[in-house]
């Protein structure tokens, strides 16, 4: 039966991450944003807590793939996804570097064996698969590993990595067999210090700055044989594709993360409205409001569509249902959208919105990021419109 | 709980109503649209599956099945996905009889229901809209006064319809500052039926302004007796109802301007190939989803029994905008074969205007 | 010097034009949007008097074609979008339907010969481009012909004829070379009682009624030799691009259309928010209006950004400058636009908006085949990226 | 007279302020933005033009040309094009030069105008913006009465550029409901400077809170003497300024991405291939255009001697909105890039915001 009211225990983790953004994030949300690649010490209360290498693993869970449903049901998706609108409500930046809670550690929990997962569960772990001439197209991978006696020797250069100088170890995308093309595109851990892997430098970035990003070169780097997650075998329809799902449970996430801060944004300029006396009752006809309410309305409901798309997909991946088409949606909508909410407030909120005293600006340029990663907002409309017309990604490029 | 998932009452009531539009609405709306008239059989047929009764007591005449907000939005976005004039009038009556069963006194559902949940579609409608600028549902320029015991009315209303035809019009009006409803009887000697109306979209359903002037209305006819009724909640109801419509008609274009353009090459090459023309595809849809999303979201709050003001009120601004939004691309997806009556996404956006426009033609 | 303030002569074309538009259009608007495929036979006394085959040759000067500037400024093309403008404020079918100034005319005008001038120079001419299969494709052109004899035999068929019933001859683009492409595209003067030729069906449209559209079917249509418009040589470089070069001409009158009708819209709503106490005098912080305000002074500013955009470059023709470009701009611009301006309108008019008692409904009807024909917005789109990006339609497609 | 086409003298102008730009402003904008300082001898360099004293009559230190707001805004968008603060910083001195040869006395004209047309470039700023929500430059929060002979100012402002160096502030204030311009000195006992500002974008811009606590002026300081000044003039011409920097700044947007996604490649294609891409450069395009046609028409009016009220506000009100939604487009087009402070998208960004918000920053 449909039924939107959250259950009590999300209801509760809801609140609880709340609490927290509120606590922990908001204080020091301004701190990091002015100290850009100073780690924020702060954040290591989490450790462990939130988002760890056990716990990111709910947010792809194994029925995903097995296709039938658990009796009971699963809110595992849908917890991740409130959690990271409450935790971007109180600052993206320092969400994404909370400490063990990095994409590798979620690809590691997804397709790691046994041991690595043991090995490197506690480890904090980043992702590295863009190369400087791909761009969105995560495919076009140069990146090389070439298996020498029981070590991999890989080669390449990887940009964009988050937490690039906090994490332990990277897991970096490299292909092992390029004559197959993305079929042997396949992921490694590499540990920090591994010779032949330099950090080359940090980005200067519009936003989210408490996030330290950065660029990898890898220089005939060696990384023991059994540092390949998952199988080395190549199998041309599964293993790109396998690669590929990872993004179908990020991308709800990173739609929740663009609720999450333009919601901030939205918020704070509610305060500012009711602070002068404009009551928002949700009554009067459109035409008879006045400027500034019917603009906050529009985007008041946008949030909601926003959310709602999000919590689709994520209850979709609860049920053990394929969700590809509704993640690209949401997140297609909300990267767009979300941007474009921070981008009025700061309008709405005048001389306000342009200073560095309120967090409005800041929110501005943080939120902007997740219409670019994970797949552009274009990259996204290519992913729906391909499957509701049915078309390749030749027919439809 | 949170589920999207229909249950499987919910699943077979939808395809119940889907069949009925699929066999006698779909391929006949562009016909009612230009012949000004939905055939009253199509109606009966409508009105037997219950969508207006079923959440009425059986000693009245209806299913006496648990009222449900989001089953009926189902059910209200299946009829709009066939047309939405035929969504309007066959459930017209639902628009007298929810307020009725939420609201009325045990005496007004004793004289009312009987009547309005017979085996036979008879017409009952409401009397909202008001034909000024910056007119407003909530601040309404009818009027009511008591005097004497009675009521008196005083109005100018429009968009309201079947007023030719129904047995009872509900008119809202505002009593001493607050919104209200009234049952007005059609021989009442201070209603005047007005013209017949002619409208940008929803042709099939014949419109007409009223007026009343000093309309005597006797005090047991107020909604609810003497402490009369919660407007407000009738308004959640009615917005919910008008962004599930909305949403059916939208989707009615997007899937319609989808399939044409699959089959559709230019310039040696299927146009759906052109980014332009799949990204609008890709919006058109989430665009309905998230309308339809934020139906039920609304839905479900007055479903938990909790209040619904702020999503219903969202719900019908979004699907306004939206609906529009998503009729045009339908359109423009066709282009010049889109300018034509001879494709269904003419009617669809000139009926897409009205979701924003007009208050109170469907509700949950 | 760069002076936007219009030349005396110039103003006075355009107040006639409004009182043309006040007087004879507008109290016949509705009448014949009602009576769809009954001639306005108000519109005799337009006869010849606007746009006809000489007048509307001025919006084509031969100096576009010389690339010199004459030296006294010549206003043609401006004074011709204006006319259009006020004129379609008036009711864009109506306009469309003014006897003997059809798109036909404007291509015997252009293109035809002395004794073709001479000949169709007085009779009503439309213009049949569209085929069934083809759309805004304008240069996969099906119909064939062929020259036997003295005739040629046309054979095809031709759709969305605007003045389709109403006119005299019809201008019909045919293929005399299929096998070289596009290049062998020509355009023959068709007269309406010719043998095989036929008005298959009238359309039924969403606006524009007042204006007929029609389908014809041309089965071994014969036409004398001399009526073949221009050379029957075909030159790769020329021929087609002679055709497409009349585009480049009509787009700014078809966005100056959807000006006329979106500026007919807002300044309704105007009146009637100036009837309910709205003032509107261009000061306040537009976050301290009321949203019917706000939308205003929006659509107010669009509708300024879109006549300047299309001033721009009919001032370019009328200097001689090559604008492509900016034709494809400002029809790109004002059929959206100009659309979403009516649709809004209707919006704030509230149930005066939807109701027939007013235009306003009617407005939103019309100016959406703007951004259809001639080019749709997409195709607009395109070729102005074309030129900026300096793509062949074969790399941008 | 109508052509949209520069004379010889524009065009020298534009050209001669476009080689400046190149020369010292777009290379180094990065880092001036990054260090949060323009160096002194640039502006210098770009103050020789004579773009704020060019109009200013020869006695008092001007060039005695003719006053010429479209000759105005082709120099401030060409600046703008280079960089945002830049182009605000050198032009500052005409904020207050521009008002005070239209509107003020001869005897404010002699004190103050030999000062500010020196030789050397002498900041001179204006305070118009305040800090609270809902600000609005013709509500202003800021006050002045008339007391015993002089003028009593009381309000905060913020947002003042260059409040610490500059040799004299024009501010802003109402006095009996009508808005005036006082000229105040920086000895004044009742001006406090606040604390630098830190803002979104305009980083390499100084600009400073400044507050007025019953800050006394002497009577002769109000612009334009005992009557006072047309302030709505002021705004008229302040508003066309903001409208061409903000024109200049989105086509520097454009014109970056334009050129980065033609050297682009993804999935094997050029990116600009593809129609999503293509069409996000032709809609900058043409809003690039629409802007500065927006700013050239109300500029135009004013050199007709014409009032340009409306003509100014669609100006600022459309150019503020576009020029954030092409800055984002820029970034947009550079994906990843675009939002690292390498290119330049990600600093057009920032400061495209400002143009809505920000009243005052440079007049024509």
């Given amino acids: ?84 609108e409450e935790l971007c409500w109180g600052d993206l930046g320092l969400m994404m570097t909370i400490p063990g809670a990095g994409l590798g550690n979620a690809a590691i929990a997804a397709v790691g064996t046994p041991e690595q997962k043991e090995k490197y569960g506690e480890k904090w772990a980043a992702m590295a698969i863009t190369e400087p001439e791909a761009g969105s197209d995560s495919a076009s991978v140069q990146t090389t590993a070439v298996l020498d006696g029981d070590e991999w020797v890989i080669n390449g250069e990887k940009i964009f990595v988050t937490c690039a100088d906090r994490c332990d170890v990277v897991v970096v995308w490299a292909n092992i067999d390029p004559s197959v093309g993305k079929a042997g595109i396949k992921s490694f851990v590499v540990e920090k210090d591994t010779p032949g892997f330099k950090l080359e430098y940090l980005e200067h970035k519009l936003g989210i700055r408490a996030s330290d990003t950065g660029t990898f070169v890898l220089k005939d780097c060696r990384v023991p044989r059994e540092n390949l997650l998952g199988t080395a075998e190549i199998s041309k329809k599964k293993s790109f594709g ?47 409001l006045s400027a500034m309410e019917k603009d906050f309305y529009k985007m008041d409901a946008e949030i909601d569509a926003m959310r709602l798309l999000i919590w689709q997909a994520a209850a979709m991946a609860d049920a ?21 909410i921070t981008q009025k407030c700061c309008e709405l909120l005048g001389p306000m919105g342009f200073s560095q005293e309120y967090l409005a600006e800041k929110w501005m340029r943080d939120v902007k990021i997740t219409d670019i990663f994970e797949g552009t907002g274009q990259i996204q409309h290519l992913i729906v419109a391909r499957q509701l017309l049915k078309l390749s990604s030749k027919e439809l490029r | ?19 009925l539009v699929k066999n006698i609405v779909t391929d006949n709306a562009n016909e009612m649209d230009e012949k000004r008239e939905i055939p009253a059989d199509g109606i009966q047929k409508a009105w037997e599956l219950g969508a207006s009764v079923s959440m009425v007591a059986e000693e009245f005449g209806g299913f006496g099945m648990e009222d449900s907000p989001i089953t009926t939005a189902l059910v209200l976005e299946e009829l709009a996905y066939g047309d939405l004039a035929f969504a309007i009038q066959a459930t017209l009556p639902s628009l007298v009889i929810s307020p009725l069963v939420a609201m009325g006194t045990s005496e007004q559902q004793s004289k009312y229901l009987p009547l309005l949940c017979a085996e036979k579609y008879s017409a009952a409608t409401l009397a909202i809209n008001e034909a000024t600028f910056g007119f407003d549902a909530v601040a309404l320029d009818t009027r009511a006064e008591k005097k004497n015991g009675s009521y008196l009315i005083t109005g100018e209303k429009c968009f309201v319809p079947l007023a ?42 014949e419109t007409y302004k009223i007026s ?55 310039f040696g090459e299927p146009i759906v190939h052109k980014q332009s023309v799949a990204f609008m595809i890709a919006q058109m849809a989430y665009e309905v989803e998230s ?26 601004f979004y699907t306004g905008e939206k609906t529009m939004y998503v009729t045009d691309c339908g359109v423009q997806l066709l282009g010049g074969h889109g300018y034509t009556r001879e494709y269904p996404v003419e009617r669809y956006y000139r009926n897409g205007r009205g979701i924003s426009i007009i208050e109170g033609m469907a509700t949950v």
């Fill in chain 1, 242 to 288: 396998g690669v590929m799902q990872t993004f179908d449970n990020t991308r709800p996430t990173v739609a929740a993360m663009a609720l999450g801060v333009s919601r901030a944004a939205l918020e704070f300029t509610k305060e500012k409205m009711e602070e002068k006396g404009l009551t928002l009752d949700y009554e009067k006809s459109p035409n008879n």
């Fill in chain 2, 291 to 316: 309308m339809r999303l934020m139906t039920w979201n609304a839905a479900s709050k007055l479903e938990a029994g909790k209040d619904a003001k702020r999503e219903a009120y969202l719900a019908k």
């Fill in chain 2, 164 to 205: 030719e035809t129904a047995s009872c019009i509900l008119v809202a009006a505002a009593l001493e500052g607050k919104n209200q409803l009234f049952f007005v009887g059609k021989d009442n000697p201070g209603l005047k039926i007005g013209e017949k109306e002619r409208n940008l979209g929803l042709n099939a359903l």
């Fill in chain 2, 1 to 19: 709980m949170f589920s999207l998932e229909m249950s499987k009452e919910q699943k077979m009531i939808k395809d119940e109503v889907a069949k």
């Fill in chain 1, 320 to 340: 053990g249902i394929r969700n590809s088409l509704q993640a690209s949606m949401c997140k297609a909508k909300a990267g767009k959208i979300g941007t474009e």
């Fill in chain 1, 1 to 84: 039966m449909i039924s939107l009211e959250l259950p009590e225990a999300v209801e509760q983790t809801k609140q609880m991450m709340h609490s927290l953004a509120t606590d922990v994030f908001r204080p020091i949300s301004r701190k990091y944003d002015d100290k850009e690649h100073v780690y924020p010490e702060e954040l290591e209360v989490f450790r462990g807590l939130v988002g760890g290498g056990k716990q990111k693993s709910k947010a792809m869970p194994e029925n995903v793939e097995k296709g039938k449903k658990d009796k009971k049901p699963n809110y595992s998706n849908l917890t991740t996804v409130i959690t990271i």
């Fill in chain 2, 212 to 266: 009343l002037e000093n309309c005597e209305i006797p005090a047991e006819d107020r909604l609810g007796g003497e402490q009369g009724c919660d407007y407000a909640k009738f308004l959640q109801k009615s917005r919910i109802g008008m962004a599930a419509i909305g949403t059916g008609l939208a989707k009615a274009s997007y899937e319609f301007a989808m399939e044409y353009a699959k089959g559709r090459a230019q």
